[in-house]
């Protein structure tokens, strides 16, 4: 063909206003100006997604990993930092059904990018407190003077004593009021967590679905799994990096760190939480960048060029921008998808299999948030950790198993080619025994520590009920203590004390950061015959064999976590196809709606109400008011804790069980439907054969009949 036709032809193609013309003469008379996209472009999408999905999984992991750091930074029970985790989910909740929905038929990557934007600035924002609050202040009776003797015990008998010491001038007082107010900056840790929320809401829906719209069917779980393992990668880096900065005392930096007297297995201490916050804002920050890059869609492999799976084969978004314009205006176009949210959103809810799947994720999402939230301090507190070790053990070994998992699941589904059915059965399957093997963590428990007057007898000889809790007893009776007070003592006698002072010590050392404490009445009290009456600053270690069932919790926990993660994969692409095409971002959208709001908002609340009712000793601001707790009780927060991830976690098992059964009912429904169909089509096609016979026949007898019926005539 000449150029004068080829000219001639792109011409009538642009003018043409046939929706069907137009495509077809681009495919068979291509301009030589036109941009052919780069066919390398979705895995470009799918690395700087999956860098995305790394940065907030990795700030996601960070504040998990720094929950007992805010908590005794601002001193705030678990019910008030269960609010703080749950902020992100507040503000996904503000924006995620519009931008799912409306996001669909608009620049996914720019608003992706412009949602990573918004997340870093939230996660810089919760470091900012640590900079206009006063240092930490902890509970102590040491002084940096090495050389300075204090006596704990501090009676009207002993007039020498500095008192000042014990019993603060009502100057003193005031002020440490005006600086409690700075707790109140919890608020901002607030704020910048829901921003972070916020910018976090486009990623998922429009990620997920742009991948789904433009990989083939054979590729997608594949992909999808791909992201998802690297979103578990994540919270490794984040549980490490928690890790490394609970080492670092909190104000690192600001004050000297030789006159710090407690040590990072000292339950009052608090590491520099704020640390990561900056780091993980800033790889928000620069996860944004390829996305601005992108472009709106990208072709689509041949595989799937006749499909009607894909959401971009909708009504929505089937037509080009040039098509669209030319027949309605933009506002039209939003008026439209306006009026189709009512009746996209029936649809969705009204489809048996999508509802019951939606029910059942958001109650194990509860089971599953409530557990990762308060897991590092369930490692604390019933197994006497470091928060440090415990957040290393967390990402070093438990979050790796959750990423194998959700990757064996996408080459399940790959390599074998799963149905939906089949997804359904693998999705209940892993529920059902990870569950059962989660039920054998209730035996692997530590006792409750020796204290005195709260879990045992200031003799050490029993147990002590709710009603016979004291920490005042003879043997302290002449001390001035303060029961608001918790620096905790380990006696020589193997039981811990709420402080010196409740032991009724009278001479206290201290070399380096190590404090001892001599003449301790309490402990001389409870063993009579070494009378050995010494004691060192900090709690006892559990030695109850709790080392070891440490170890057993931790590959219980492995198993676990593995068998739970690989449902993952297939859940998604049982929630992808279950729905029509042209609603599979919405879906996700609603998805993630449900998720956020019934889950990842109430279940770190509620969890954190219940464990503080296992509380044993608070602690108290210097108003007056409550602050964080001090000491939990093992057996109650242990089966709080576990009793209620299991519980939910089997009603989720019941849901699933309705998916399964309500999928195979469908199936069954439409394979007769279809047998049904195919019968009367093909009896249909059978008496159109009849019909064609006897004409058939009746013609060839036409000669014969006709001319004798002429005849006569």
């Avoid at 014990?166 to 005031?174: F, G, L, V, Y």
């Amino acid at each position: 063909m000449d150029s004068s036709s080829r000219e001639n032809m792109q011409l009538f193609c642009k003018t043409s206003v046939h929706p069907v013309e137009r495509p077809s003469c681009k495919s068979e008379y291509p301009s030589s100006s036109e941009k052919q996209p780069c066919c390398g472009e979705l895995k470009v999408f799918l690395g700087a997604l999956s860098f995305v999905y790394f940065a907030k999984a990795l700030a996601e992991g960070y504040l998990k990993s720094t929950i007992t750091q805010i908590e005794r930074r601002f001193d705030i029970p678990s019910s008030l930092v269960g609010v703080i985790d749950g902020s992100f989910e507040i503000g996904n909740l503000l924006v995620i059904t519009f931008v799912s929905y409306f996001g669909a038929r608009l620049h996914r990557p720019k608003l992706i990018g412009g949602g990573c934007l918004v997340m870093g600035v939230g996660t810089v924002l919760v470091a900012v407190p640590q900079f206009f609050m006063e240092r930490y202040r902890y509970e102590t009776y040491s002084f940096s003077n090495s050389t300075f003797n204090l006596s704990p015990c501090l009676s009207a008998s002993n007039p020498e004593l500095p008192i000042s010491v014990m019993e603060k001038s009502q100057s003193q007082k005031h002020n440490e009021c005006e600086t409690d107010a700075s707790s109140s900056m919890w608020v901002y840790v607030f704020l910048g967590n829901l921003l972070r929320g916020i910018g976090e809401s486009p990623i998922q829906p429009l990620g997920i679905a742009y991948l789904d719209d433009f990989a083939s069917e054979d590729s997608a779980a594949f992909y999808i799994g791909c992201v998802q393992t690297v979103a578990i990668i994540g919270p490794i880096f984040g549980f490490l990096l928690g890790s490394l900065c609970a080492k670092l005392y909190v104000d690192i930096g600001f004050v000297s760190l030789d006159h710090i007297t407690i040590t990072p297995k000292d339950p009052q201490w608090v590491g520099a939480w704020w640390l990561g916050y900056i780091i993980a804002g800033v790889l928000s920050l620069l996860a944004a960048v390829p996305f601005w890059c992108l472009p709106k869609s990208l072709p689509r492999p041949r595989s799937r060029e006749g499909s009607s799976s894909s959401s971009e084969k909708s009504k929505f978004i089937m037509n080009d921008d040039t098509d669209f314009q030319a027949s309605q205006g933009e506002k039209t176009k939003i008026m439209e998808m306006v009026k189709e949210f009512l009746p996209s959103l029936r649809s969705l809810l009204g489809n048996p299999v999508y509802f019951l799947y939606l029910c059942a994720s958001t109650v194990q999402f509860n089971s599953l948030f409530g557990m990762v939230t308060y897991k590092a301090k369930y490692i604390e507190q019933q197994y006497g950790q470091s928060s440090s070790k415990a957040n290393f053990v967390i990402g070093l070994i438990n979050i790796p198993a959750v990423a194998l998992g959700i990757f064996s699941g996408g080459i399940i589904m790959k390599k074998f080619r799963v149905g939906v059915c089949g997804a359904a059965k693998l999705y209940l399957g892993s529920a059902v025994f990870g569950y059962l093997l989660f039920l054998s963590l209730f035996s692997l428990g530590c006792e409750n520590s020796d204290v005195a007057g709260l879990t045992v007898s200031y003799e050490g000889t029993k147990p002590v009920s709710y009603h016979e809790r004291a920490l005042f007893s003879d043997c302290n009776s002449r001390c001035k203590c303060s029961e608001t007070k918790w620096d905790p003592m380990c006696g020589e006698n193997g039981i811990t004390y709420a402080s010196a002072c409740f032991a009724g010590c009278q001479i206290s050392t201290r070399t380096g950061k190590t404090t001892i404490f001599y003449n301790c009445t309490c402990v001389g009290t409870s063993t009579p015959q070494s009378g050995n009456s010494s004691g060192m600053g900090g709690r006892c270690h559990k030695d109850n064999g709790c080392p070891q069932m440490f170890l057993y919790f931790i590959v219980i926990s492995v198993i676990t976590s593995y068998t739970l993660s690989l449902g993952g994969i297939p859940g998604y692409i049982l929630l992808l196809r279950c729905i029509k095409p042209q609603l599979k971002s919405f879906a996700l959208g609603i998805y993630t709606l449900a998720i956020r709001v019934l889950a990842g908002i109430p279940a770190p609340v509620y969890f954190g109400v219940l464990i503080d009712t296992s509380c044993l000793q608070w602690g108290f601001k210097p108003c007056g008011s409550r602050g964080s707790c001090r000491l939990y009780d093992s057996n109650a927060f242990r089966h709080i804790y576990l009793g209620l991830t299991v519980i939910l976690g089997t009603m989720s098992i019941f849901l699933s069980i309705a998916v399964l059964l309500t999928l195979k009912k469908n199936c069954v429904s439409k394979h007769r439907s279809f047998r049904t169909k195919r019968e009367r089509t093909m009896n249909k096609s059978s008496t159109k054969v009849k019909k064609e016979n006897c004409a058939t026949s009746d013609h060839s007898l036409q000669p014969s009949y006709w001319p004798g019926k002429e005849t006569q005539l």
